[in-house]
């Protein structure tokens, strides 16, 4: 982790002004590209951080932090608050669904959000199903995405949410699917059914033969050259 980023990231955390976030990350020349996969770096930087005197940021802070736009920033953010679960309630929830809300994210971040934090949430009973209708409905793909991966746990286990999951799904197949073409849609549907196919092999064997036509590959990426998941 270099001193650049440790200073970007201490001022993003006081006033995560998102006109202000370019020129901050042009200021201290932050060289590396971080999309969502936290770099060891990044983890040490981010394990001291917590640990400084005064203790880690605030709930407010990591919400300026996410709000900055800097994706570096929004991961830091989103590792730190993993790093305190214990402290989760009603007002950490309202944070994580806004942003799993967001439209200008990447997949990689989408997926943390919904499947590292919203889905053991949803797992617990902490997190009411019906919130992620909300992410269901949206016309833009990230925050659907957000919120399916949130499924992909509770899918693993069983089928208590397949209707969620059915529902998600009609926004890539069937009569005025939007996402039908869109990529990163299409492969969370894949990664969803590929969780599902574990927890829920015949719901999810008869939902790709049901709709082979509409997703293809889809099939031989979920079950494998067997159709067994090998």
């Known amino acids: 982790m270099t001193a650049g980023i440790e200073g970007l990231l201490r001022e ?4 995560g002004d998102p006109a202000q976030a370019r020129k901050l990350k042009v200021r201290y020349k932050t060289p590396e590209k971080v999309l ?9 930087a981010l394990a001291a951080w917590a640990a400084r005197e005064g203790g880690p940021p605030s709930i407010e802070g990591l919400a300026r932090l996410f709000a900055s736009g800097v994706c570096e920033a929004r ?3 989103v590792e730190l608050a993993l790093a305190r679960r214990s402290d989760w309630d009603e007002r950490w929830m309202e944070l994580f669904l806004c ?3 967001t439209t200008d994210t990447s997949w990689h971040l989408a997926d943390k959000v919904g499947r ?3 889905g053991p949430l949803l797992l617990s009973g902490a997190l009411a199903p019906a919130r992620l209708d909300e992410l269901a409905a949206s016309s833009e793909v990230w925050p659907w995405r ?3 991966s949130a499924l992909g746990l509770s899918l693993a286990q069983g089928d208590r949410d397949w209707p969620r999951f059915e529902r998600f799904a009609r ?3 069937g009569p005025g699917s939007r996402f039908a073409l869109k990529r990163p849609a299409l492969n969370g549907l894949r990664s969803a059914l590929r969780s599902a196919f574990h927890g829920c092999p015949s719901r999810a064997k008869d939902f790709l033969a049901r709709h082979e036509p509409e997703l293809p590959g889809a099939a031989a990426a979920v079950l494998g050259p067997d159709g067994e998941g090998g």
């Open 36 to 44: 969502g996969v936290p770099t060891p770096a990044l983890k040490r």
């Open 75 to 77: 991961l830091a953010a």
């Open 171 to 173: 926004a890539c197949v």
């Open 99 to 101: 942003w799993a809300r």
């Open 146 to 148: 957000a919120g399916l």
């Open 12 to 15: 993003l955390e006081e006033r």
């Open 116 to 118: 590292g934090i919203l």
